[in-house]
């Protein structure tokens, strides 16, 4: 492994060998509806919206284990998180799991997070197989960071639709299918945002810090990438993301970017206001769809960035505003 300042260069290439997405039937009816490996009624049979998600993340560990070719038993760590309370989905639909966890937080950048830690754990060969996992849910992030529903609290413009799904990615030493080349991990920046119903704006600042650096640090150019894929910042944060490398380091990636927020729903055609959001997001997105492009060779050269509003319960009442943070990995054909 080599380190560029912050970023980690990853020199056995780990394989990104197979990803697993599992979304509800408003996901389904989206643009990628054809990509998911399954779409599902977003009560899963369960009797809370809270168990419904962790169905969710079960069944996107189980299909992308079986795509990988790869027992519980073969997966020597499991890195993977939610937007619950104590990562509630996660321990839940895990326990049945005969591999030992490791719980991640970092909000809706927390694909990107278990991606890059699972790839060095093979890389520095800690590991021959890691599991990277999120999921997210409409209703259980309404009830925890909102109202529950059935209060009909109005929605601004700004705000985006927690995907319900999850998606679930198998990392290995060995096998065949796209690579993970590198990794860095964001600093918390603060633009002092505190309406917590625009995620985007809240995000878009660390998305281009990291995008930023990890150009600057492998001396590379946006033409140098099929994609830059950002986690979910929406139409709103996906705008002031351009505008802010542009204004702060003369950098356009316009003709290369991409958000998973925005890939996943119809805007015209679906009331998700400003898009899509929540750990479920990416993680379905690039175990399905970008990975599919990657193994084909459509695209070659993947920059993911995962994007997370750093937001609890707590902190809005306490007037506090809302920092980002923002993971990547660069996932090569």
């Known amino acids: 492994m080599k380190k560029l300042d912050k970023t980690y260069i990853l020199e056995t290439k780990p394989l990104f060998l197979a990803g697993a997405g599992v979304v509800s039937h408003i996901e389904g009816q989206g643009p990628l509806g054809n990509e998911f490996d399954k779409v599902e009624d977003p009560s899963m049979g369960e009797d809370s919206w809270e168990s419904a998600e962790s169905a969710f993340h079960k069944e996107a560990t189980t299909l992308a284990l ?21 990562s509630m989905s996660t321990c839940f639909s895990l326990k049945s799991f ?3 966890i490791c719980g991640l937080y970092g909000a809706c950048s927390t694909m990107a997070l278990s991606m890059a830690v699972g790839a060095l754990f093979v890389e520095c060969g800690l590991a021959e197989n890691t599991l990277a996992a999120a999921s997210s849910h409409f209703c259980s992030a ?3 960071f909102r109202q529950p529903l059935e209060y009909g609290g109005q929605r601004p413009p700004t705000a985006q639709r927690t995907v319900t799904g999850a998606g679930a990615a ?11 080349t590198a990794a860095r991990f964001g600093r918390i920046i603060d633009y002092g945002v505190t309406d917590e119903n625009n995620m985007g704006a809240a995000m878009a600042p660390s998305a281009a810090d990291s995008i ?16 830059i894929l950002t986690g979910d910042l929406g139409y709103t944060g996906s705008d002031l993301l351009l505008q802010l490398l542009i204004r702060e380091h003369n950098c356009d990636i316009s003709k290369v970017h991409n958000d998973c927020g925005i890939l996943i729903f119809n805007k015209e055609e679906q009331d998700v206001h400003c898009g899509g959001s929540g750990c479920g997001c990416s993680a379905a997105v690039v175990c399905t769809y ?10 070659k050269k993947v920059l993911f960035v995962g994007t997370g509003a750093l937001v609890s319960t707590v902190s809005p009442l306490q007037n506090d505003p809302v920092p980002g943070i923002s993971h990547a990995v660069l996932l090569e054909a």
Do not use: C
């Not at 198998?170 to 993970?180: A, L």
């Not at 930023?212 to 994609?227: A, G, Q, V």
């Not at 970008?290 to 695209?299: D, N, T």
């Open 290 to 299: 970008i990975h599919r492009l990657l193994r084909e060779g459509r695209l």
């Open 98 to 100: 005969n591999m030992p």
């Open 212 to 227: 930023w650096n990890f150009l600057k640090e492998t001396n590379t150019k946006p033409e140098d990438y099929s994609m």
């Open 66 to 86: 079986k795509k990988a070719g790869r027992t519980e038993s073969d997966i020597s760590l499991a890195f993977s998180g939610d937007l619950l309370n104590q």
């Open 142 to 144: 309404e009830k925890q």
């Open 170 to 180: 198998v990392i290995s030493s060995s096998g065949s299918g796209p690579h993970i």
